[in-house]
């Protein structure tokens, strides 16, 4: 959600799965068979030939993946069919992998949170790959960022077998008009085609292509058969190449995007425009002509460059991940909003005064998306009832919601270490008794209180959770709004997690013995984290 990363893959769009933390969605389960992949192509990295690979090629694209990731096998034939044509084509890079659950250092090294994570490396030095998963798009990124990002054109002919082809594809194409293929502006567009991806670019001096096409020498022209047809950038490049990019990553987008696999790294991925209103509704309501589309269409129009507008067919399958990270469920239309913008992303939802979703209405879209643009709203937070008696505890450990997050942990006299877990998650299965130890082991300290949450029903704006499971630490004094809380990052072990509560809470508390141990520690005052 390059806006926030999280939007994009906390949606499903290519999800990765975390290496120590397992991320949405994952089930060990989803194994596709990938036994008869030929990669012939793809070069295996260990820790002995990685650094003298990236030395000694150019470009190379790396995935770090782990043997039981459903989406890594998913993406295997794509990758190995990519390697095999980048070289067919004499293309020169090479594409690798790594097996990230044995070269644990390498990855640790690379920031490799989750699987499959692709790397690009340049002289060695690493940049997230932001293409899509299929063999031609790997294709294609790899293409334009070792060779020129745009074609020149010098014929009619040429470029109008370029826009076709782009209609062909649902795409568009970019122009840019110069007297010289040099200078600052020019570098601009390069570096903005080389970055932004999705549209062909092309490139001209002539004159004559520009005006067919509504521009002249020193525009760039977004040639485009959707959202109300070409648009022109009037910019100065010289000025460098930012504006430029975040016009592109807005003018690829359509007035309504059609949420699926293939499209959501641009939905959340569009330019200064960070915030999404989001219709969900049956695939007969979203064809042109029926009054859910139209009254969607008008009021996409109207935020255009404020609001990017995305609908999700609930018929289809996909849909449903989508749905549940936003709590819509049922067969009515209804929208909701999404800002993606901090490190917390933010969710909305078009709702009565008691809070709960109201069916789809045009008077109530226009209502919501004014609200929703003038930040008027109030965050949607999921929560599952909170406990009450005996349930306030399991095993010690105490159970926190959405709606209490900020009672129980956010508690200014409290040191709160907080486990945000998944039912389904093998490492927050294999933690759990270590947790509860932990809790036993504290249970006297009543400045000390072990929590954890199930988030996958639970969530809060203030806790930006990428993976389970995810460890985090409440210091024992008032928090500034939207404050994150500190990370955890010890050892998951019963003495580890106890010596970094111990260093780290703010009331200082002695570690009490252990029935087969001595004296415990006294803690020093620690200050304001």
């Not at 932004?196 to 485009?224: E, M, W």
């Not at 249970?443 to 499971?469: C, Q, R, W, Y």
Request: glycine share 8%.
């Amino acid at each position: 959600m390059a806006a926030a990363d999280v939007s994009a893959e906390d949606l499903g769009a290519d999800e990765d799965y975390a290496g120590e933390e397992e991320d949405y969605g994952d089930e060990a389960g989803e194994d596709g068979d990938d036994a008869d992949v030929d990669e012939k192509d793809v070069l295996v990295l260990t820790s002995d030939i990685f650094e003298s690979t990236l030395k000694e090629n150019k470009f190379v694209l790396v995935e770090f993946y782990a043997p039981w990731c459903g989406h890594c096998k998913a993406l295997k034939p794509e990758y190995a069919n990519a390697a095999t044509t980048l070289k067919e084509e004499g293309v020169e890079v090479v594409l690798a992998k790594v097996d990230a659950t044995e070269e644990s250092d390498i990855a640790e090294k690379n920031n490799v949170e989750g699987y499959p994570t692709l790397k690009w490396f340049v002289d060695g030095n690493a940049a997230d790959y932001e293409g899509g998963r299929d063999a031609d798009a790997i294709v294609a990124w790899v293409k334009k960022r070792t060779g020129p990002p745009a074609e020149t054109v010098e014929t009619a002919k040429a470029l109008d077998e370029m826009i076709t082809k782009a209609d062909e594809d649902k795409s568009a194409v970019v122009l840019g008009c110069f007297a010289k293929l040099e200078g600052e502006s020019h570098a601009a567009y390069e570096e903005a085609a080389r970055e932004v991806d999705g549209p062909t670019y092309a490139q001209t001096t002539d004159a004559k292509l520009c005006k067919a096409h509504g521009g002249s020498l020193g525009n760039i022209i977004f040639i485009r058969t959707y959202a109300g047809g070409n648009k022109i950038y009037e910019g100065d490049g010289s000025a460098g190449a930012a504006a430029l990019k975040s016009f592109l990553r807005l003018e690829r987008l359509d007035w309504i995007e059609l949420f699926s696999q293939d499209n959501a790294w641009k939905i959340f991925d569009a330019g200064d425009v960070t915030r999404q209103v989001i219709l969900f509704a049956s695939g007969d309501e979203l064809d042109e002509g029926e009054e859910t589309w139209d009254a969607f269409l008008e009021m996409a129009k109207k935020y255009r460059g404020k609001l990017v507008a995305v609908a999700v067919n609930t018929d289809t399958e996909e849909a449903s991940q989508v749905a549940e990270y936003f709590g819509v469920a049922g067969d009515e239309a209804t929208v909701v909003g999404f800002d993606g913008e901090s490190d917390s992303p933010k969710k909305y939802r078009m709702t009565d005064e008691k809070g709960e979703l109201i069916p789809f209405s045009k008077d109530g879209l226009e209502t919501f998306m004014k609200k929703f643009d003038a930040g008027e709203l109030t965050p949607h937070v999921k929560s599952a009832p909170a406990p009450t008696g005996a349930k306030m505890y399991e095993g010690g450990v105490r159970v926190v919601v959405g709606s209490t997050v900020n009672e129980i942990a956010k508690d200014p006299t409290k040191d709160v270490l907080l486990e945000v877990y998944a039912p389904w998650c093998g490492h927050c299965k294999q933690i759990a008794p270590i947790y509860k130890k932990l809790a036993k082991r504290l249970k006297s300290i009543d400045s000390v209180v072990i929590a954890k949450m199930d988030g996958t029903e639970n969530e809060h704006p203030d806790l930006a959770v990428e993976g389970f499971p995810t460890i985090v630490f409440f210091p024992a004094r008032e928090m500034a709004e939207n404050e994150q809380p500190v990370s955890f990052d010890g050892e998951r072990t019963l003495d580890g997690m106890l010596e970094w509560v111990h260093e780290n809470a703010n009331v200082p508390f002695e570690i009490p013995a252990a029935k087969s141990s001595g004296k415990g520690k006294k803690s020093e005052r620690k200050e304001e984290l």
